[in-house]
């Protein structure tokens, strides 16, 4: 018995569809080299597009297509599924696993899918509720793995000889361990570091909000923790933060990004931003264009609003047309160029 995954999305998304191949290999299922041959076809997918979205409805007629050749081909959906969907999902798939929040998940040793970078959830879920995204529909509240547990699985990689160890969380930053309250993110980031080897740490993605002093300073101390920052700020104005219910105002934000460049000069720090958002006007995208300008990041990643139904933000009104939304995303790129 073969199976094939395909998975959408972040590098969550692709943690877990590393968990999900050790599963069905302990149960005696091999990895097929094409989705031709498979006898079970995994789709992890991502809910935060609803391009996404459409992406995973387009598979039907393939695997229409496929289970004519193949009777017994089984299909299964997994990932960030909102419940309004599974009702269209239920038409192409024939099994919906719903592996959010389950914490004996999380103590499944991976099939990693390559041997120098390796992907190590620390926790899952999200409390913020951001109006413009799907996660905490889909995956629950926040829940933290046990310090335990995560120093094990970065122990076992670093013993096959692993070079960079990714510590993920939708919100990574706010991890506070479940047996011991007074272990937080910082602490864990240590605790990992006091680990004998040759290795980088790396994480994603910290909500600016919940980044500490304590953060910067373990950051700035280490030899370990690689010099490089994703600190998502997806707007230059307070107003349009305030709509996408973002717990910080542009000036927190430069304040932040001043004091860890004080601490850490050497650090490279991406962002990543929304054009267009419902309501966004020319004056209040030139704020984050202006942004763009002081902070002058090393990396962005742009992405032009679309409405997803199911989140805060699907019940404002859309009122930037998709043609000024490739002029606001063009314009950032090119400020972006001159300093990537």
């Avoid at 038409?91 to 991976?110: C, G, H, M, Q, R």
């Avoid at 996408?244 to 430069?254: A, E, F, G, L």
Wanted: charged share 30%; hydrophobic share 35%; with cysteine.
């Amino acid at each position: 018995m073969k199976y094939y995954i395909i998975t959408y999305g972040c590098q969550m998304n692709f943690s877990d569809s590393e968990r999900i191949a050790a599963v069905l290999e302990k149960i005696g299922y091999s990895l097929a080299s094409k989705i031709d041959v498979a006898d079970l076809i995994v789709v992890n997918m991502c809910s935060v597009r609803q391009s996404a979205v459409d992406r995973v409805f387009g598979l039907g007629q393939k695997f229409k297509k496929l289970k004519s050749k193949k009777s017994k081909l089984k299909t299964v959906l997994t990932g960030c599924v909102l419940k309004k969907d599974r009702k269209k999902f239920k038409k192409i798939f024939d099994t919906i696993w719903d592996i959010k929040n389950e914490a004996s998940f999380f103590k499944v040793l991976p099939k990693y899918q390559n041997n120098f970078r390796a992907y190590v959830p620390i926790s899952n879920g999200c409390n913020k509720f951001c109006t413009y995204c799907v996660v905490p529909y889909t995956r629950g509240p926040e829940i933290y793995r046990p310090v335990k547990e995560i120093l094990k699985e970065v122990k076992n990689l670093i013993k096959k000889e692993f070079k960079e160890i990714w510590l993920l969380g939708q919100n990574v930053n706010s991890y506070k361990s479940s047996f011991n309250r007074s272990i937080n993110f910082p602490k864990l980031l240590k605790m990992i570091q006091g680990i004998p080897g040759n290795f980088w740490i790396r994480f994603m993605s910290p909500n600016p909000k919940d980044f500490s002093n304590e953060l910067i300073d373990v950051m700035a101390k280490s030899k370990k923790v690689a010099k490089y920052l994703n600190l998502p700020v997806q707007s230059g104005d307070n107003k349009i933060l305030k709509k996408m219910n973002r717990p910080y105002t542009v000036k927190q934000y430069k304040d932040l990004v001043k004091k860890i460049r004080e601490k850490i000069p050497e650090i490279n720090l991406s962002t990543d931003v929304i054009v267009g958002f419902p309501g966004e006007t020319k004056k209040q995208f030139e704020n984050t264009v202006k942004l763009f300008k002081q902070i002058k990041f090393n990396m962005a990643y742009i992405a032009k609003y679309s409405p997803r139904p199911g989140t805060a933000a699907f019940q404002m009104k859309d009122n930037v047309s998709i043609k000024e939304k490739k002029l606001r995303e063009k314009i950032l790129k090119e400020i972006l160029k001159k300093y990537a």
